[in-house]
């Protein structure tokens, strides 16, 4: 009997997810897989932030919690949490009462969320992501139905740093009323970031432009250990009146990356919009998740809401983000002193868990092949799979794969 659906095709694999099943297939005792992205501790372990623990341990020996029905916004103790993170304790943002919040299905389901709304109420239809970017920000706004899908110029291949010229003038180039994609920080997956002063021209001219901010912060704290640092563009935007939109997770910070925590914030320039566009997106969630889940949202409150709690998390932040920076180091002291041909200043320079190592297709591929070590096809590596154990394997490899295949244009 014929199927009606014999004409479905089996859909390309999604390459970081078929990359850790063809690790977990891979029987070599020495294998490593860069491509994750997950913190792992110098064991090559997930780690779970004792402060997790210990709110989970008091949430379970709480009896008045049950299992009912969160609001469809979310937890409100969770998302006034969530903004006070993000701006900082005291923001005149925060102070005016012009944020508002929505809890989502982690970072993805808050740019899914504001795609939507952006799209039924501010009639945007044109999305500008960086070159390179996050595989799934395209793959967003398209099943949003965004008309066009547009790039902004942000690596310099040659130079390995920012294009900021690129970048700008790709921005003013954009159509009036455009959507822009802005990563917060540890740029995704690049590791490059602007500076302060870059930041404010990158502003200005998206205000010049009239294109709508939808800033992706998926790596507060994460980044450089300094909340406050890792936080600028927003705070620095939210004081000048600006409108815009900011995707929050807390896979990364918190380690809560099979829970789904996320927050949509809105920043308005007046109070009496704020109800307007949460009963909005109130809505748009009710379609889509139609209610949030709470045990994530519940330990993040707890975490943040308790002051001992918040002092411990916060080093227990900056303890991954220590380790990050400590990887980059030593890999790129391996590449140094194995005379590795090419320029590796960027793996230190870059910031967070990833780096864009400029490694080609084909170096990937040997890499992959030959050494077992496997990584996005782009080059881009997780810098916490690596470890004091295996760092000296990951750089030997990269060494002879760049040895290997010279003639690649990038080196």
Known sequence: MASLFAHVEV???????????????????????????????????????????QAEIQMANDATLNHEYLPVAG?????????????????????????EGVQTLGGTGAIRLAAEFLKQFLNKSVVYVSKPTWGNHKGIFKAAGY??????????????????S?????????????????????????????????????????????????????????ASGDLDKDAFPVRYMAEQGIEFFVAQSFSKNFGLYNERIGNLAMIT????????????????????????SNHGARIVATVLNNQAYYEEWKQQVKTMANRIQLM???????????????????????????????????QVEHMINHHHIYLLKEGRINMCALTTKNVEYVANAINDSVKSFPEDPKL
């Open 11 to 53: 859909a390309a694999p999604i390459e970081v997810f078929a990359l850790t099943a063809k690790y977990n297939e891979d029987k070599f005792q020495d294998k490593v897989n860069l491509g994750v992205g997950a913190y792992r501790t110098d064991e090559g372990k997930p780690w779970v932030l004792p402060v997790v623990r």
């Open 75 to 99: 937890l409100p103790t969770y998302r006034e949490a969530a903004a006070r993170l993000l701006l900082g304790e005291g923001h005149k943002a925060l102070v005016e009462n012009r944020v």
């Open 147 to 164: 008309a066009k899908i547009e790039e902004y110029r942000y690596w310099d291949d040659a130079n390995r740093c920012l294009n900021l």
């Open 166 to 222: 690129g970048m700008l003038e790709d921005l003013k180039g954009a159509p009036e009323n455009a959507v822009v994609i802005l990563h917060t920080c540890a740029h995704n997956p690049t590791g490059t970031d602007p500076t302060q002063d870059q930041w404010k021209e990158i502003i200005q001219v998206c205000q010049d432009k009239k294109i709508f901010m939808l800033m992706d912060c998926a790596y507060q704290g994460f």
């Open 269 to 292: 320039n007046n109070p009496d919009m704020k109800l307007r566009v949460r009963t909005q997106c109130e809505l748009i969630v009710r379609k889509i998740w139609s209610n949030p």
């Open 328 to 362: 980059r180091q030593l890999l790129y002291e391996k590449l140094r002193s194995l005379g590795t041909p090419g320029t590796w200043e960027h793996i230190i320079k870059q910031i967070g868990m990833f780096s864009f190592t400029g490694l080609s297709v084909r």
